[in-house]
């Protein structure tokens, strides 16, 4: 027995298949008993009218025969029910049941039975209207102030309110800008009419404002204008709501102050009389319908609200004070008095699921049994807590958060790169300036143990590389068996990857007994792609504007040996010197020396530098693990290349401002060419021909701009995706230069290339500057902070474009010299204190303010001799990196 679900005290289904809506309830003593027990009154889309009065014996008990007062078909479907005093000359309470083309209002009586069946009620129709127009829903009051009687007031589909007095019609109003019709609900403190417009916005119209607008000339209307005329109405009050409302209801409790209730889609208000917001609350869940209440707190109002999670929600204001659970999704909920039970909360489903329920538990005679108190030892207990959380700790450093299990892998995903090319080229629609663009057929195999259902096997390779199939599909894969696919790959941009590495990336479902559905894995392979396939042999150059120096610990290896299918042998038989002609049309050319262990890289684009240096160290780690020499190792003593690579960042940043800048002119342009497309429809639509005042040339001029800057936004996107793709192999570069500079470890190099590297592709809400400044900034003040001061600085939750790089690039070079001066890149707290070791070359510390900045410029100098950006006096020349590398 749950605290948190209603309480059933009666429930009952009503029909079969008949479908029901929040107008469809209504609870009020319809037969004027006098004794303050209401009756349940439920109307279907079938035409059924059912009223009862609930007897149950005792609590959860169903329905009864007696229950059922009266049940009458109407043949028309029930829109809404309602009571009220609606009948001329009494004060009696009656039944206005509103159908699609007719307003019914009725009499409900009862007589006393002499026999067992007990009482027997009558349905005695009193009068009725019928509509020209198809009713939507409807309300009622003392429009005007009137004492003693309720009029009605119908909201039609077409947005035409028709009030009636009674027996007779009153006059018929459209409200306007109407498009689709909205709840309505009458406030009797301010005599207005509140609804809710298809603008999505909350309106108030004065029932005086409606009654004085006068309609057209009667001698000279037809019958249709009789319809559809009147004087333009005036608004009240707007309140823009940003959603469409579900419900209204107003709500009077003192005659101080009266508030309107709107349910939204996603929030509910509480408005002012003059539409002020009182409160407003954001819902968790979709509502489905709601009701306020009294509250016994004074000043507060109680909302029960229904969703479509079957729950019941009970807030004071904006507070949840309860939630209940519902065998139902509600549709329509009243409270009411029934059979002397104050406060029953009666629901109905669209299905005809009709309870009555009350919050709570019933008195449970269940008392947990006494445990048996011991003594506690608090110095045993420590020693058992810190022998745990040892435990905890280890399992966590060995294993990770989840323990992994040795087990043998369901699927074996293996990838093979074939080492000749295509024999016809796979290439088309390439983009490369050169005649024949090569392809390479890539094999995947998948090996699986056991049968394996929804088998999705997904290859990405870096752009611009291309793929001519990169989605495989299998239905099932039976135990023990193998499948192959084969695809082919090759370069179809004019500019090179990043990477040449590809992922094999396979989703399937694992049947299980208790799931047979299978339970979903993922599995990964990656392959290398040949250097070749974008690369070709060409002549080395002897000048180039950016270089690169890697030291070695062995001696210098043959360059025909590293790189056997770029040998280039016709002019003379230099073996140190390589060339190579990448496809896009950059070259880079490799040295290697004679007399010292050291390699050279240079090439025109410092991007281009990234593939061949990778390309030149995996090949030697290969070479040196085959001589089976296993303490080979490289590093970089030059300068680091940052003002080079801060050249590439100021470019791409460029062309997201460019971007910026065309999207917000793009977008000026077109609503100029939609506005002048109304002028000229307005024109061309009037019946008197009138001048078009060249707006025709305008026009055309317009559409001229719209195209021009279209195809301005395309190449700028198309340039930002190649300068994307360009920082991305330069920030490469510069990760690697950090760490056979520092000599980092692997997880460290990881640690880096998260940072600098967060962003798969480039978008104008989310871009690579800000992306890495915070992540960056979050390095700087955590395992590279100087201070505990620095740790407790928060970062900004919110990434937004920067106005400019100027700070990006700070960081990155107060990133390298805080590595320079010992820093440690970590993510656990225990290791993120600041490191005290002094590196030589005289390093002193970091600045931290304006003042502190000034004092140490000179010797930041002597570190980065290439940040020509951050230092304005007495910039030092540039020293060569490749001093000492002979030819």
């Not at 752009?463 to 099932?476: I, R, Y």
């Not at 007994?513 to 392979?525: E, F, L």
């Not at 915070?774 to 505990?788: P, V």
Request: aromatic share 8%; charged share 20%; proline share 5%.
């Amino acid at each position: 027995m749950s605290l948190f679900k209603a309480r059933d005290w009666w429930s009952t289904v009503l029909g079969e298949k008949e479908e029901f809506d929040q107008g469809c309830l209504c609870l009020a003593d319809v037969d004027n008993t006098g004794n303050g027990q209401d009756k349940i009154i439920v109307g279907s889309f079938m035409g059924y009218l059912r009223i009862f009065n609930p007897h149950p014996v005792k609590t959860g008990d169903g329905t009864q025969a007696e229950d059922l007062l009266l049940e009458v078909h109407l043949r028309d479907p029930i829109l809404q029910v309602e009571v009220g005093k609606f009948v001329s000359g009494t004060e009696m309470l009656h039944l206005a049941v509103l159908h699609s083309r007719k307003l019914c209002v009725y009499s409900i009586s009862g007589t006393l039975g002499n026999v067992e069946h007990g009482n027997q009620y009558q349905i005695k129709l009193m009068y009725e209207h019928n509509l020209q127009r198809t009713a939507c829903n409807m309300t009622y009051g003392s429009f005007g102030g009137v004492k003693g009687r309720d009029l009605i007031c119908i909201q039609s589909m077409d947005g035409m309110l028709m009030v009636f007095e009674q027996e007779s019609y009153a006059f018929g109003r459209f409200l306007p800008g109407s498009l689709l019709p909205g709840p309505l609900a009458y406030s009797s403190r301010t005599d207005s009419f509140i609804t809710v417009s298809s603008c999505r916005q909350v309106e108030s119209y004065k029932y005086q404002v409606l009654a004085f607008a006068t309609d057209a000339d009667k001698r000279q209307e037809t019958e249709q204008q009789k319809l559809g005329s009147g004087k333009r109405l005036v608004v009240d009050w707007t309140l823009n709501i940003g959603e469409q409302a579900l419900d209204i209801c107003i709500v009077s409790f003192n005659q101080s102050a009266s508030s309107v209730f709107v349910l939204g889609e996603r929030n509910f208000f509480c408005l002012k009389d003059n539409g002020q917001i009182r409160f407003m609350k954001k819902l968790d869940c979709s509502p489905s319908c709601f009701l306020p209440y009294c509250s016994v707190s004074e000043g507060t109002t109680n909302t029960l609200i229904g969703n479509h999670n079957n729950m019941l929600h009970i807030y004071q204001d904006v507070t949840l004070k309860w939630a209940t659970q519902l065998p139902h999704i509600p549709v329509a909920v009243r409270v009411g008095c029934l059979h002397d039970l104050k406060g029953v909360i009666v629901t109905l489903s669209d299905d005809g699921h009709l309870q009555c329920s009350y919050l709570g538990t019933d008195p449970s005679l269940f008392q947990a049994p006494k445990v048996e108190s011991r003594e506690l030892h608090y110095d045993e207990l420590d020693i058992e807590l810190k022998e745990l959380q040892k435990i905890i700790k280890d399992v966590n450093k060995s294993q990770g958060v989840w323990p992994m299990t040795e087990r043998e892998d369901d699927l074996k995903v293996s990838a093979m790169v074939s080492p000749n090319f295509d024999s016809v080229s796979q290439a088309t629609d390439v983009e490369v300036g050169t005649d024949l663009v090569p392809s390479v057929t890539v094999k995947v195999t998948l090996q699986n143990r056991l049968a394996l259902q929804k088998a999705k096997l997904s290859v990405y390779v870096q752009p611009p590389l291309v793929l001519t199939c990169d989605q495989f599909t299998f239905e099932f894969m039976a135990p023990e068996m193998s499948r192959t696919v084969s695809f082919s790959v090759y370069l179809k941009g004019s500019y090179t990857p990043p990477q040449l590495e590809g992922n094999a990336v396979v989703s399937y479902s694992r049947p299980s007994d208790r799931n047979p559905d299978g339970i979903p894995r993922v599995i990964q392979c990656k392959f290398r792609l040949p250097l070749k396939l974008i690369c070709l042999p060409g002549q080395p150059s002897k000048t180039a504007s950016h270089k690169l120096t890697i030291d070695t610990n062995k001696s210098p290896v043959s360059l025909l040996s590293l790189f056997p299918g770029f040998a280039n042998l016709s002019e003379d038989d230099q073996v140190n010197v390589m060339g190579f002609h990448f496809l896009g049309g950059s070259r880079v050319t490799l040295l290697a020396s004679k007399t010292s262990q050291r390699y050279r890289i240079q090439s025109e684009q410092f991007e281009d530098l990234w593939l061949i240096t990778n390309e030149l160290i995996i090949r030697l780690q290969e070479y040196f693990e085959k001589q089976g020499i296993k303490d080979f190792a490289c590093s970089f003593s030059g300068s680091m290349p940052l003002q080079e690579y801060f050249e590439l960042i100021d470019h791409h940043f460029e062309l997201r401002i460019n971007g910026e800048k065309l999207e917000e002119l793009l977008s000026e342009r077109a609503i100029q060419f939609r506005a002048i497309q109304r002028r000229l429809l307005t024109r061309f639509k009037d019946k008197t021909p009138a001048p078009l005042q060249h707006l025709d040339t305008l026009l055309d001029g317009t559409y001229k701009q719209v195209i021009a800057l279209a195809d301005a936004v395309e190449e700028n996107q198309d340039n930002l995706f190649q300068s994307f793709t360009k920082l991305r192999s330069a920030t490469h570069l510069v990760i690697l230069l950090i760490g056979l500079w520092q000599k980092l470890s692997p997880d460290q190099v990881a640690i880096l290339e998260a940072a600098f590297l967060p962003l798969q592709q480039d978008t104008q809400e989310l871009g690579w500057e800000e992306t890495v400044d915070a992540a960056i900034s979050h390095l700087l003040k955590t395992c590279l902070s100087k201070s505990s001061k620095e740790q407790a600085l928060n970062l900004s939750s919110q990434l937004n474009i920067p106005k400019d790089t100027s700070r990006l690039k700070k960081h990155i070079t107060l990133l390298c010299d805080r590595l320079a001066k010992g820093g440690r890149l970590c993510l656990s707290t225990d290791a993120a204190a600041p490191q005290t070791i002094v590196m030589p070359g005289g390093c002193t510390a970091i600045p931290e303010s304006d003042l502190e900045e000034r004092s140490i410029e000179q010797d930041s100098t002597e570190l980065f001799t290439n940040h020509k950006h951050l230092i304005v006096e007495t910039p030092m020349p540039e020293v060569s990196p490749l001093q000492g590398v002979s030819e």
